[in-house]
Nanobody
Framework: QLQLVESGGGLVQPGGSLRLSCVTS????????IGWFRQVPGKEREGVSS????????YYADSVKGRFTISRDSAKKTVYLQMNSLKPEDTGVYYC???????????????????WGQGTQVTVSS
């Protein structure tokens, strides 16, 4: 079992930055891949980024490449999503989720996630 708690969302102007945190508890993180997803009303949840914790490989959606960075702090059992150069279209509820295959090669589909956090709202607006 793995519990995930997101934080760090908020209101930011276009061009600004936020850092989201996904604090985990329960199982050791190395047994999972962790992904960040976002959702806006009326749309499906979309994958933003993921990290294969056993090997440290990272993956990004094309829409965020070069602007977002996913990282981990194993000692703190936390996965971060640094978001720079934010755009209004980045607005949404951001969730972190865990996949049981720590070597998953890409952003896993939301339906394949084993555990989810409760989400944190990110609003990019002037």
């Amino acid at each position: 079992q793995l519990q995930l708690v997101e934080s760090g969302g908020g209101l930011v102007q276009p061009g600004g930055s936020l850092r989201l945190s996904c604090v985990t508890s329960g199982d050791t993180l190395d047994g999972y891949a962790i992904g960040w997803f976002r959702q806006v009303p009326g749309k499906e949840r979309e994958g933003v980024s993921s990290i294969s914790l056993r090997v440290g490989r990272t993956y990004y959606a094309d829409s965020v490449k070069g602007r977002f960075t996913i990282s981990r702090d194993s000692a703190k059992k936390t996965v971060y999503l640094q978001m720079n150069s934010l755009k209004p279209e980045d607005t949404g509820v951001y969730y972190c989720a865990a996949h049981r295959n720590s070597l998953y090669g890409g952003i896993f589909p939301p339906v394949d996630a084993a555990f989810w956090g409760q989400g944190t709202q990110v609003t990019v607006s002037s």
